[in-house]
């Protein structure tokens, strides 16, 4: 148990539906962030949130299109997806300060493992 | 950019082997370096860190020294265990900027009893 939860765990969707995957986290943490993991690929940062303002949008498609409510809560809408972004995606959060996320500690959830069809 | 290069795997072992793992790292400054373990179907975890060149990380049996003047961060274990399978990745931040976490392509290792 990391203190970050992620649902659901899997999810098969077809390329036009829409659905979106959910992240908490129970660690008092203001950065939250998700990433993509591919077979054979290094895990690739997606979106960063910092204090709920999102900093950092890796140049995802605008079919990925991330939420964050407040501190502790973090989606990710999906919206007609391609068979390529079959992938784990794993939703993390660290402390991070006013201004941009500091040199701590990134803490992972366990992955929502994605299949589109 | 900032990159991790990781050697080939999957590497495959005997219980009570020794491991090591190589990693290097391309980054300017003073980066501070990771290892993260994937234990299968689960999410990544942080297994061991250092900050600063000369540091060792260690946890759970496992150790990491930060080599600065060979940009290393290479991974040992004394005596590996069954339990020990899983994916592991190395990982760089620059300082002060933890949201640009680098990983490495990750390399499996598989223990055998």
């Known amino acids: 148990e990391t203190g970050v939860t992620q649902t659901p765990r899997h999810l098969v969707m077809g390329m036009t539906n829409k659905k979106s995957l959910k992240c908490e986290q129970h660690l008092g943490h203001n950065a939250m962030y998700w990433y993509k993991q591919s077979a054979k690929k290094p895990l690739e940062l997606m979106f960063v949130?910092?204090?709920?303002?999102?900093?950092e949008n890796n140049s995802v498609p605008s079919r990925f299109s991330p939420e964050c409510p407040n501190s502790s809560h973090l989606f990710l809408h999906l919206h007609t997806l391609q068979p390529e972004d079959s992938a784990l995606y794993l939703c993390a959060s660290s402390q991070g300060r006013s201004g941009r996320p500091s040199g701590n500690t990134i803490y992972f959830g366990e992955g929502s493992w994605l299949t589109v069809v | 950019g900032d990159s991790v290069t990781q050697m080939e795997g999957p590497v495959t072992l005997s219980e009570e082997a020794f491991l090591t793992i190589n990693c290097t790292y391309t980054a300017t400054g003073y980066p501070s370096l990771f290892w993260y373990v994937q234990y299968p179907g689960e999410g990544l975890q942080l297994l061991l860190k250092?900050?600063?060149?000369?540091d060792k990380g260690s946890n759970k049996g496992f150790e990491a020294t930060y080599r600065k003047e060979t940009t290393s961060f290479h991974l040992e274990k004394g005596s590996v265990q069954v339990s020990d399978s899983a994916v592991y990745f190395c990982?760089?931040?620059?300082?002060?900027?933890?949201?640009?976490?680098?990983f490495g392509k990750g390399i499996t290792l598989s223990v055998r009893p």
């Open positions: 250092a900050t600063k060149a000369d």
């Open positions: 990982a760089l931040s620059p300082t002060g900027a933890n949201s640009k976490l680098t």
């Open positions: 949130y910092n204090f709920k303002e999102q900093t």
